[in-house]
């Protein structure tokens, strides 16, 4: 099992605001055109459902009518354009949650008719008042320029455009560095699962969700059409593992392996999934951690309750450092470990009496 760059970085870098996923969910439908050329996958089971949740579904070779559902969110936090002032500086809205002191200095596309690069603007440090100065950041405090006049930026920009935010990617030593890989690499992490995922016993529902990062709302859609007995989310998660972090507050680390989820703000993993999910990972000799994220959920908790029966759900979790930032950093063996965990817990859950 290798670490694809390549395809990592085009799925990171193709633009996906909450509500606005057409670009990134084209690609990813792309690729797993590939493996229904491979006939790992069947023609028919493939789809977009109204909400714009992109499903694929590896059919089990059991005779048993159950269904293992697993999501990673498509849309990335981005912004919204709700005002373009006299001079051409553009107002906006977030999509997601954003601290407000991430934005300084960026740089951001702005998705009118055509796409623009615009700046993240802010009023100079040289001429705030010291009681300013002292003051946080708030997202009211800043504006994306564009570089041309009002008349010209209406032109290309309508309010209720998105913004999404401008980094390439980069390897960093052992980790790879850029902007959205919340959730960008669980969207890697499960199309490589499918890639390979031998046939499993239980019917698999890999589904690309929409719309986590403003209230989880594909997964909740997802979850309701398909009914899951079994779910596993596949999410990012803080490693704050760099130096003043007292040791309870690290949640996670970078290269110390795989999430294995206990609970987060939306949900209390099942015990039994966390316990089937725990001998799988030592079984094959993959290294994990606990997680328990105490401020933020994840498509975890639409799929654990949108079904009709409620679900089984537990959660991997990929350690991030700088989250909710352009410079957001894992570690590619980490990274790995995460696929094997997800494969082998797909084929091998109807081996664990729940």
């Known amino acids: ?23 990134i969910r084209s690609f990813i439908e792309k690729q797993v055109q590939e493996l229904i050329k491979q006939k790992k996958i069947q023609k028919n ?21 159950k269904k293992i559902m697993s999501a ?37 596309i702005v998705h009118g008719k055509k796409d623009l690069i615009g700046l993240m603007g802010s009023k100079p440090i040289h001429i705030m008042e010291p009681a300013e100065r002292e003051k946080p950041a708030k997202i009211s405090d800043f504006v994306v320029d564009v570089g041309l006049p009002k008349e010209e930026v209406q032109k290309i920009v309508s309010v209720g455009d998105v913004i999404t935010r401008e980094r390439d990617l980069i390897e960093i030593g052992n980790n790879v560095s850029t902007k959205s890989l919340d959730n960008r690499i669980a969207v890697y992490i499960l199309l490589e699962t499918l890639r390979y995922l031998d046939t499993p016993e239980y ?37 704050y593992d760099t130096p003043g972090a007292a040791e309870h507050e690290k949640c996670t680390q970078l290269g110390k392996g795989t999430g294995i989820k206990i609970m987060d703000s939306s949900v209390i993993c099942d015990a ?10 030592d ?36 350690p991030t450092r700088y989250i909710h930032s352009v410079i957001e950093t894992v570690n590619k063996q980490d990274v790995l470990y995460s696929i094997q965990l997800l494969k082998y817990c797909v084929e091998e859950l109807h081996t664990f009496k729940f």
């Open 203 to 239: 019917d698999f529902y890999a589904v690309f969700t929409v719309q986590e990062e403003v209230g989880l709302r594909g997964a909740q859609v997802a979850a309701h059409t398909i009914n899951p007995d079994f779910a596993i989310n596949l999410d990012t998660t803080i490693a």
């Open 272 to 281: 039994r999934m966390i316990e089937f999910m725990k001998k799988t990972a």
């Open 45 to 65: 089971d493939v789809f977009t459902d109204n909400i714009g949740n992109l499903h694929v579904i590896k059919r089990g070779k059991g005779k048993t009518p």
């Open 283 to 318: 079984k094959h000799k993959i290294l994990w951690q606990p997680e328990i994220l105490v401020a933020g959920g994840t498509d975890t908790a639409s799929m654990q309750r949108a079904g009709k029966n409620g679900a089984i759900v537990g959660a991997i979790s990929i």
């Open 1 to 23: 099992m290798e670490f694809n760059i390549n395809l990592l970085k085009q799925i990171c870098e193709i633009p996906g605001a909450p509500g606005r996923e057409e670009k």
């Open 72 to 108: 990673a969110h498509l849309d990335e936090i981005s912004f919204m354009v709700r005002h373009i002032d006299e001079q051409g500086f553009i107002r906006f809205t977030t999509l997601g949650g954003f601290d407000p002191k991430t934005l300084t200095a960026q740089r951001v």
